[in-house]
């Protein structure tokens, strides 16, 4: 069985960082990528950035460079920085993995492509 958790959301002020932290549990030796997903609400859920097997990183476009995406091996733990943190920032973030090698997922970062998924940590960020 696997589990995804998240944590580490909140309300913080504009410019601001935070780490959020995605803990897999079960089969993770399977996962080909790992990915952050936003949603707000009336929206459906995009894509912010993926990382493939603990390696390549992959990024939307409309992140700017302000977030980083990266794996804790020894926990099994995917973190995403965010810097200089923006209104625009707020929302319902998920941790997403699927359980197959193929790097599609990782690179179109489109929520069909994910298997699990976390229930989600909230961040909002006030001006």
Do not use: M
Not at 31 to 48: H, L, S
Not at 53 to 74: H, L, P, Q
Not at 107 to 124: K, R
């Amino acid at each position: 069985q696997v589990r995804l958790e998240e944590s580490g959301g909140g309300s913080v002020q504009a410019g601001g960082s935070l780490t959020l932290s995605c803990a897999a549990s079960g089969d993770t030796q399977s996962f080909g990528c790992v990915a952050w997903f936003r949603q707000v609400p009336g929206k459906k859920r995009e894509g912010i950035a993926s990382i493939y097997r603990g390696g390549n990183r992959y990024y939307a476009a409309s992140v700017e460079g302000r977030f980083t995406i990266s794996y804790i091996r020894a926990s099994h733990t995917t973190e995403l920085v965010i810097d200089n943190l923006k209104p625009e920032d707020s929302g319902e973030y998920y941790c997403a993995a699927v359980n197959n090698w193929q790097v599609a997922p990782c690179s179109d970062l489109e929520e069909s492509g994910y298997f699990y998924w976390g229930q989600g940590t909230q961040v909002t960020v006030s001006s």
